[in-house]
């Protein structure tokens, strides 16, 4: 009997001896993370071992869950994404974790991609029709316009870098494992957890102003371009620019992009050709070459929108959580980042310099306006047709993050969802997204300079997704493993991003101002 007394005596002083050492442990670790000095997720207080386990839980098991949930009769409880997230960020094919059927795997609705494939997305997002301002920046910089070609691949394939190691954590084996899933999730981890859900909705505001800012910049080069191929036509740019957003229209009924999806690599490769024949022609007239206009010199006024030029032609960061979390071996994103990046450096810089050589002084906001009559008709109509098949693909990521945000964040949506129990698409969500893309007609019919508005975009949303947020989050997040020359670094591109975005953006704005005041075309 006294033996029974004394091991229940144990066992009560045992179990409140954890009990009182659990509380001070999660209090100490509270207090820490307010001071910043522990990554606060959402699972804030459960050790490394408990975070181990919830990532393989998360990773590996949560298929399931969500499969019996389905089965019983509806999803798990506290199962849907975090505020502010969206398909856009996770993965290309949109799927959601709770749109999984019954007896399907995790395999089959997200297929892994290789390394050349990712590697290919990079190249489209960075090689694509923008680089036709490049050589207008170069007008403004000179050499120091070409230096920062190469600096802007080197900083953005950093950033690209460290925004990826903000998604893993060490577990207490020191193993990295993938506690995040989105840009989204890593703004939210930094806010924690005074403000759990602030930094994904910076990231999606600054997400929406460049997806619609690039539909917008599509729809201005279309009526830029074709003005300029039919310069005989009594049409205007703004003409031009209703009748390309009308043939843009349908993109309101689009539910997924399936439909427009097989045009990609067929654009890509037309635009791959369209590069390689305006070099042809630059290499042609070699000899008239105007070496001595490359200075050193720079144009103060205008160098700060050739900044935001370059770096609105290197953002690719929206989308890199999805795209390595989708690879068959996420080992191998370092190398695949820097051999694209690489090559989109020699590219762009060879591309810049050679059609600069070529029309000097002459030359404009966007390069193939230089190229005589005879071929730039056709060349203007293979970029106007890529422009208009390029458009649905940001249009699209926009009314995602915007439908996530307003409409359908579980029950926590500021207005109705636009979707009806059947899943299609209501009158008034349809009018919504006529609604936008008569907005970037508007934009792209009042502001019709390319140049200036892809500088203010790079300079606002560009500097920030790929200089200012990576830096930031990895300093926060990463700050207990940093040598001290990743902190220079992370400091370093943070404060020269931050007077870039700021010089950029005054100067764009002023560029807009003077030409709306003087009715400037070019």
């Known amino acids: 009997m006294a033996h029974l007394i004394r091991h229940k005596l144990s066992n009560k002083l045992t179990n409140a001896a954890h009990t009182v050492s659990n509380k001070s442990q999660a209090k100490v670790s509270g207090v820490f993370a307010r001071l910043g000095f522990q990554a606060a ?25 969500v499969l019996q949930g389905e089965e019983e009769g509806g999803p798990l409880e506290g199962e849907g994404e975090l505020d502010g997230d969206s398909h856009y960020q996770r993965d290309g094919t949109g799927i959601g974790p709770t749109s999984l059927k019954t007896g399907g795997s995790l395999d089959e609705d997200k297929p892994q991609i290789t390394t050349w494939e990712a590697g290919w997305n990079v190249t489209n997002a960075i090689q694509g029709m923008f680089v036709l301002g490049l050589p207008y920046a170069i007008l403004h910089g000179g050499y120091l316009g070409l230096f920062l070609i190469i600096f802007a691949a080197v900083v953005c394939c950093y950033t690209g870098k460290i925004l990826i190691a903000c998604l893993y954590e060490d577990n207490e084996d020191g193993i990295k494992v993938r506690v995040r899933d989105s840009y989204v999730d890593i703004a939210n981890a930094c806010c924690a957890p005074r403000f759990p859900a602030l930094g994904g909705h910076v990231v999606n505001v600054a997400q929406i102003i460049e997806l619609v800012m690039t539909c917008i910049l599509y729809v201005v080069v279309s009526g830029n371009l074709m003005v300029n191929s039919f310069p005989g036509f009594p049409i205007s740019q703004k003409a031009w620019s209703v009748l390309a957003t009308v043939a843009l229209l349908p993109c309101a009924f689009l539910k997924n992009l399936k439909a427009v999806s097989k045009f990609s690599l067929l654009c890509t490769v037309a635009h791959f050709i369209i590069n390689i024949l305006v070099i042809a022609y630059c290499l042609s007239r070699a000899r008239d070459w105007a070496w001595d206009k490359v200075k050193f010199y720079i144009d103060v006024k205008k160098f700060p929108i050739s900044i935001g030029i370059i770096v609105f032609s290197y953002t690719s960061q929206i989308f890199l959580p999805s795209l390595e ?58 970029l106007v047709s890529k422009a208009l098949l390029s458009y649905p693909l940001p249009f699209f990521a926009a ?33 919504l997204r006529i609604g936008l893309v008569v907005f970037t007609l508007l934009m792209a019919v009042f502001v019709p300079h390319f140049a200036l508005l892809m500088g203010l975009t790079g300079s606002l949303t560009g500097a920030g997704l790929c200089f200012l947020l990576p830096s930031l989050f990895h300093l926060k997040l990463q700050w207990r ?10 400091v370093a591109i943070f404060v020269i991003g931050g007077i870039c975005a ?3 953006f005054i100067h764009s704005v002023e560029g807009l101002i003077e030409a709306y005041r003087y009715n400037i075309h070019d």
């Open 41 to 65: 997720t959402d699972e804030e207080g459960v050790g490394f071992a408990e975070c181990d386990d919830l990532d393989y839980d998360y990773r590996h098991g949560m298929q399931m869950d």
């Open 325 to 382: 979390g989708n690879m068959q071996k996420p080992s191998e994103f370092h190398c695949m980042m820097e051999w694209t990046h690489i090559a989109a450096c020699v590219l762009k810089g060879l591309f810049a310099l050679v059609a600069y050589l070529t029309w000097a002084d002459a030359t404009k906001e966007v390069i193939t306006d230089n190229l005589p009559s005879t071929i730039r008709a056709v060349v203007n109509l293979f």
């Open 399 to 431: 009314v995602e993050v915007l439908e996530k945000s307003f409409f359908q964040d579980g029950g926590r949506a500021i207005f109705p969802d636009c979707y009806g129990p059947n899943g299609q698409l209501k009158s008034w969500g349809l009018g």
């Open 481 to 490: 493993n940093l040598l001290w020359h990743h902190v220079f670094f992370d």
């Open 502 to 504: 700021i010089s950029g």
